[in-house]
């Protein structure tokens, strides 16, 4: 599964941005997919994770209410909806693609794409 990702940008504080992330091949419903980021100088974190079917999600604690995952299997696509955003929501995110929807190491991960939330 080959993972694409795109929708990043600069945006001003309180703007929103919508991910998307696109794989490639006719598994991409056997997985569960993820997005993660990393700011610079941080270790990565998980943001947020869907199931394959799009029925069970997780999101980090200090994101919910501003950040939405859902997925569309027919156009093998991941969405990460961000609202709200704040500088501090600043770093590369990536989509991954995972056997289990928060356990477990990925399998296959995007490039990432920048996202800058600045005045």
């Known amino acids: 599964v080959q993972l694409v990702e795109s929708g990043g940008g600069l945006v001003q504080p309180g703007g929103s941005l919508r991910l998307s992330c696109t794989g490639s091949?006719?598994?991409?419903?056997?997985?569960?997919m993820r997005w993660y980021r990393q700011a610079p100088g941080k270790e990565r974190e998980l943001v947020a994770a869907i199931d394959g079917a799009g029925r069970t999600r997780h999101y980090a604690d200090s994101l919910k209410g501003r950040f939405t995952i859902t997925r569309d299997n027919v156009k093998h696509t991941v969405y990460l909806q961000m609202n709200s955003l704040r500088p501090e929501d600043t770093a590369v995110y990536y989509c991954?693609?995972?056997?289990?929807?928060?356990?477990?190491?990925?399998?296959?991960w995007g490039q990432g794409t920048q996202v800058t939330v600045s005045s």
């Open positions: 091949g006719s598994t991409f419903s056997n997985y569960a």
């Open positions: 991954a693609a995972a056997p289990f929807i928060r356990e477990g190491r990925v399998s296959y």
